[in-house]
């Protein structure tokens, strides 16, 4: 029922007169302060004038519901409108506001279905319509949200939000072209726009218009020149496209022109300054950024790692080991320490500080694997399996402590145990090629070929540039002499990835031989020689090929090297006998002097893809 009645105009003027001041005190409230309660920004803009209103009490639930959403009551503002729009049903602002209430507390099919009633042509200012294709946008309504932000750009032509909100709508919904069209146009329309350039860069970019894009991000800088996002884009832009130093130069442009404060840019550039090895650079900007931040542990750490990189190790344990005098239970940055403690070789000192790790938080994961992996270098086998199971037991979902273990257990000769573990590590990380490839090998000490055979393959289908196990695979079928002419193809591919691993050149050299291609296998382990001159098993294969080719000579200098080198190979010693080569220990062995002096252009050739 309407709340005036003609008995009651003296009462209301006097209701009126009370509610003015309201009205007065409000837009000082917001535009003074600025923040709505609990010292959150608001997002709430200074309502209308009374004069928005066909009907005064429609104005005073306004102001009531207004007052609702500054004090984070939703649910009672949107009753107030609620009550406002009974009394004013055709108010397109309180509509427009309920509808922005309902989205914004996720009832997204009243927000609809509020929207719904305000015709397109009844919104005559720019952040209601914008307000209104928000919703439109955000409840996958994308025809209608254009109407509106058509009626935007119509109203006013030269609306940025409403050129930039139908130009990335346009992109989301995948209409590349259109989004392109439109934003160039709105270029024409509106050229003094960083904004909109800054859009129009961003899609071209996704339209893979590399230069046009570098172009609109540049025009954006020029016009505002501490544009921070569209510096941002242009940098990311050239990093995406292999031009690092191109990255360094915009970022170092926006410490000039934009924030010389911005710790985030920064960063980036001591990121790029360390991967092109720029260490010296590095320092500066972290140094920068220590200046205006003395306590910024992040920089403080880098600062230290970047010693490390340089291989100034005893600066970066000198830095680290001063923040821990600070801060003694970082225990990352005690991680670190060990790990520097480690490069200086410094091993017992190293144990000494992950062990100090561990009595902090023994659950501590990095520092787990750590110790477990220096361990394992140093033949601690047993140590480095509790360690080791730790960090399996801290990080059941990680790689990392699965491989380490099941490669500790291969050492131990402990076959099963590490097929076990590295079963379980597949069982959670079922596309790690490494897993998968450890697995084979380990298969390959249990003679179980077919097994090897199938997790090679599983590894190759994750991973088809896994040069370990292109070799290994190739390796394996050469040696049994079954799939050779597959063995070249998968030792050849190996060596393309890896053309000065002497052990790969070996396999493809083996496979060149098992294929009958002896003169250019004799060449191709010739070249493998080059690399690796103490592999036993390499000169084995070469005698095998001198023999082969009725170099007897050369056949027992080779094979007495190789004995030489391996001693325990009873099945060549019984070989080399057979031959009728005599005793293998004291024949004279080969030396590099005997080596073939040949070309290697047919190497390059059996290699080439």
Known sequence: ?????????????????????????????????????????????????????????????????????????????????????????????????????????????SAVDMADTIPVSAVNDARGLLQLAKIYAGTGHSDKALLFLDR??????????GYISKGMLLLSLKRLDEAQAFLQAA????????????YL???????????????????????????????????????????????????????????PHDKDIRLQLVRLYLRSQAYEKALEQLTQILEYSPDDLNAQVRMALVYGEMGNYQQAIDELTTILQSRPKELRVRDYL????????????????????????????DTLLHLGFLLYREKQYDEAITYLGEGKRVQPKRSEPYLLLGLTYLQQQQYDAAVTVFQEGIQHNPANADLHFNLGTTYDKLDQFDKVVQEMERTLSLEPEHADALNYLGYSYADRGVKVEQALKLTQRAVELKPNNGYYIDSLGWALFKVGRSAEALETIDRALSLVFDDAV?????????????????AQKAWARSIELDASNERLIQRFRDQGFGDPIPAKAFQPDDL????????????AP
């Not at 935007?152 to 939000?161: C, G, R």
């Not at 954006?220 to 242009?234: C, D, G, K, M, P």
């Not at 000169?539 to 050369?554: N, W």
């Open 1 to 109: 029922m309407d709340i005036l009645t003609a008995s009651q105009p003296t009462r209301y003027a006097s209701c009126c007169g009370r509610f003015s001041l309201v009205l007065i005190a409000i837009p000082l409230l917001v535009l003074s302060c600025g923040t709505a309660p609990h010292g959150k920004p608001s997002t709430i803009k200074p309502h209308p004038p009374a004069s928005s209103f066909l009907r005064p009490e429609a104005y005073f639930h306004f102001l009531r519901g207004y007052l609702m959403e500054l004090s984070n009551q939703p649910i009672q503002a949107l009753e107030d409108y609620r009550q406002g729009l009974r009394v004013d049903p055709d108010s397109i602002f309180l509509k427009t506001r309920m509808a922005k209430l309902y989205f914004s507390s996720g009832e997204m099919a």
């Open 152 to 161: 935007v750009i119509e109203k006013d032509p030269t609306n940025e939000k």
């Open 187 to 198: 270029v024409d329309q509106v050229p003094a726009s960083p904004e909109i350039h800054f």
């Open 201 to 259: 860069g961003m899609t071209m970019n996704e339209a893979g218009k590399i230069e046009e894009s570098e172009k609109h991000f540049e025009q954006a800088i020029t016009i505002r020149e501490n544009f921070r996002r569209a510096y941002l884009s242009l940098g990311s832009l050239y990093e995406e496209h292999k031009k690092p130093a191109r990255a360094m130069q915009v970022y170092e442009r926006y410490l000039q022109h934009g924030n």
């Open 338 to 365: 060990g790990l520097m403690y480690e490069e200086m070789k410094d091993y017992d000192q190293a144990k000494r500080t992950y062990v100090a790790n561990l009595k902090i938080n023994p659950n501590y994961y």
């Open 538 to 554: 390499i000169f084995e294969h070469l005698g095998e090929i001198y023999l082969q080719r009725e170099e007897r000579e050369k």
């Open 596 to 607: 073939p002096k040949v070309s290697h252009s047919t190497v390059e050739h059996t290699v």
